[in-house]
């Protein structure tokens, strides 16, 4: 049955899935994760990933994020086939086309906020004041411009998760890519990383999340729902909440 798009008619395709397969060989069992999904997503969409455990999402996103290749069919990232590139192409893709962020932050412990930033930068050939200047911009984009010489230690969940977000900006990736983002956060902050997306999404990057939960999928323009490896649902968002309108209704949390 052909699944209905959100997609805005005319608006090009940053990432593009044609006729996906995915498997895995166990022994003599073939586990099938993905049954021919095909999708796009336009440039400056903000698509939220949803499912069952089991279910292909992860399968997806690890396709999307260049962590790994359909059995069959295609992937192409800005109109590049990205399916059969080798280990170094798929690698220089992840450093400067994909931004990523994880639901465990995934911050060196020992490291400042700001150096955390600069990591990814240094498997560019940007120089050093460069370097430096992207990843300033970066935690200023997020509000942290304060926080620039604290340890993961000295801040809250929220704050970690900024950083992490200003980590997968500094290379300016045409796609950001986010598993869980909000899983490890209270209602609140979880709402503050909701308008940290918002907002870059309303500044033009391309946003992908995959989430289990409904209330923060509604944050996106578009819903995409697995079972059983393929696309069962996929739809726009009606009466989309805006987290910057809905933080000034929201109770301050108590220390």
Avoid: W
Wanted: with cysteine; hydrophobic share 45%.
């Amino acid at each position: 049955m052909a699944i209905p798009t959100a997609r805005v008619d005319g608006a090009a395709a940053v990432l593009s899935v044609l006729d996906v397969h995915k498997y895995y060989s166990l022994g003599e069992t073939r586990v099938h994760a993905l049954r021919g999904v095909s999708l796009d997503v336009e440039r400056g969409g903000f698509v939220a990933v949803m499912g069952a455990s089991g279910s292909g999402k992860s399968t997806l996103m690890n396709i999307l994020g260049c962590l790994d290749r359909p059995s069959s069919g295609q992937y192409l990232l800005d109109g590049t086939d990205v399916s059969q590139l080798d280990k170094r192409a798929l690698a220089a893709i992840r450093n400067h086309r994909l931004g990523f962020v994880f639901q465990g932050f995934n911050l060196l412990a020992r490291t400042t906020a700001l150096e955390n930033i600069l990591l990814p930068t240094l498997y560019t050939k940007i120089d050093a004041p460069e370097r430096a200047r992207r990843a300033a911009a970066a935690l200023s984009l997020v509000g942290l411009e304060n926080r620039a010489d604290h340890f993961p230690s000295q801040m809250s969940g929220g704050q970690q998760q900024r950083v992490a977000i200003a980590r997968a900006l500094v290379n300016q990736p045409a796609v950001l890519l986010a598993d869980e983002p909000t899983g490890n956060l209270d209602s609140r902050t979880s709402v503050e990383i909701m308008q940290v997306f918002q907002e870059l999404n309303d500044g033009g990057l391309t946003v992908v999340m995959v989430t289990h939960e409904p209330d923060i999928a509604q944050f996106a323009k578009r819903t995409i729902v697995f079972r059983d490896g393929r696309i069962r649902t996929d739809t726009p968002v009606e009466d989309r909440p805006r987290a910057r309108a809905m933080l000034a209704t929201m109770p301050a949390l108590d220390d």
